[in-house]
Nanobody
Framework: VQLQASGGGLVQAGGSLRLSCATS????????VGWYRQAPRKEREGVSC???????VYADSVKGRFTIYRDSAENTVYLQMNSLKPEDTAVYYC?????????WGKGTQVTVSS
C-alpha cells in the first residue's frame, strides 16, 4: 500500500497551492485521512483531517485558509491552501490509519516566500 502526496512547490505569500493524497491500494472513502507538516527543526504537526463521514478538523493556524475535501471519483483527498504565509513552509505529509497501521505518503515540499 502506498500513499502519494503531491502538489507542493514554491509560491509567494498570499498565493495558493492544492495538495493531493492518492493511493491505488484501497479506497480512501473508507478511511479518515489527515494532513501533517514538518518545518525545519520543528516537530511534525497536524494540519487537517477529514473523517469517513466528511467531518473536517483544522489546526487553528490554518482555519479559514485551508480546506480539506475528498474526490471519490479520483480516489484522492485534497488540501486546498489559500492565503499562504511564510510560516506555512514545510514538508507536507498525508496519513491514513488503516487496520491499526499508520500509512504515510512521501512528503511534498511547500515553500512560501515573503
Amino acid at each position: 500500500v502506498q500513499l502519494q502526496a503531491s502538489g507542493g512547490g514554491l509560491v509567494q505569500a498570499g498565493g495558493s497551492l492544492r495538495l493531493s493524497c492518492a493511493t491505488s491500494g484501497f479506497t480512501l472513502d473508507g478511511y479518515a485521512v489527515g494532513w501533517y507538516r514538518q518545518a525545519p527543526r520543528k516537530e511534525r504537526e497536524g494540519v487537517s483531517c477529514i473523517s469517513i463521514n466528511g467531518i473536517t478538523v483544522y489546526a487553528d493556524s490554518v482555519k479559514g485558509r485551508f480546506t480539506i475535501y475528498r474526490d471519490s471519483a479520483e480516489n484522492t483527498v485534497y488540501l486546498q491552501m489559500n492565503s499562504l504565509k511564510p510560516e506555512d513552509t514545510a514538508v507536507y505529509y498525508c496519513n491514513v490509519p488503516r487496520f491499526g497501521v499508520n500509512y504515510w505518503g512521501k512528503g511534498t515540499q511547500v515553500t512560501v516566500s515573503s
